[in-house]
T-cell receptor, first 117, second 116 residues
């Protein structure tokens, strides 16, 4: 199967600072990646679709100026949480569809735990 | 709009007994269905998927799932549970339309607890 990595695995920051999370597809190229947010004991909430070479597509209710997404290459997407506040504390997970075989299957990164103090 | 329902927040089963984690779905047209497992503080791991063909799909770690079109269900099963199967399980669906990536919708998850 395909491998997706995330960095960092966890981060603690002060309120008002910005945090960047990287998502990499290690053994395949991904023109599209997805960013999810997961609250404790809840399902994954799709935040945005990251598109290589173009702007990200945000889901309704997600502030694009707060959650900046950059898909710099076919193997890297970054999510920057700007001016983080305690309510942004969450588990952030990225995924990338691996198109070998039909339909494509999403492969997930290990997640990034963000705690904003 | 497509949706997934996992009616049980938690399923408890004794080690060695068969387990079932339930999932029902709603989608336009034919579905593509997926099961993922999540261990604490980890991302989701792909278990299996249904595309077409045999209604019984076999996946990783001895899991299988049965697609039932009339009941719009895709229940996850395993003949003999292991303590190491204890985790959070997510069912997911997307439509089978071709052309471009189709959005995947996840259920709310079911916590499986296998009791030694």
């Amino acid at each position: 199967g395909a491998v997706v990595s995330q960095h960092p695995s966890w981060v603690i920051c002060k309120s008002g600072t910005s945090v960047k999370i990287e998502c990499r597809s290690l053994d395949f190229q991904a023109t599209t990646m997805f960013w999810y947010r997961q609250f404790p004991k809840q399902s994954l909430m799709l935040m945005a679709t990251s598109n290589e070479g173009s702007k990200a597509t945000y889901e309704q209710g997600v502030e694009k100026d707060k959650f900046l997404i950059n898909h710099a290459s076919l193997t890297l997407s970054t999510l920057t949480v700007t001016s983080a506040h305690p309510e942004d504390s969450s588990f952030y997970i990225c995924s990338a569809p691996w198109t070998s075989g039909s339909p494509e299957t999403q492969y997930f990164g290990p997640g990034t735990r963000l705690l904003v103090l | 709009a497509q949706s997934v329902a996992q009616p049980e927040d938690q399923v408890n089963v004794a080690e060695g007994n068969p387990l079932t984690v339930k999932c029902t779905y709603s989608v336009s047209g034919n579905p593509y269905l997926f099961w993922y497992v999540q261990y604490p503080n980890r991302g989701l791991q792909f278990l299996l998927k249904y595309i077409t063909g045999d209604n019984l799909v076999k996946g990783s770690y001895g899991f299988e799932a049965e697609f039932n079109k009339s009941q719009t269900s895709f229940h996850l099963k395993k003949p003999s549970a292991l303590v190491s199967d204890s985790a959070l399980y997510f069912c997911a669906v997307r439509p089978s339309f071709s052309g471009g990536y189709q959005k995947v919708t996840f259920g709310t998850g079911t916590k499986l607890q296998v009791i030694p």
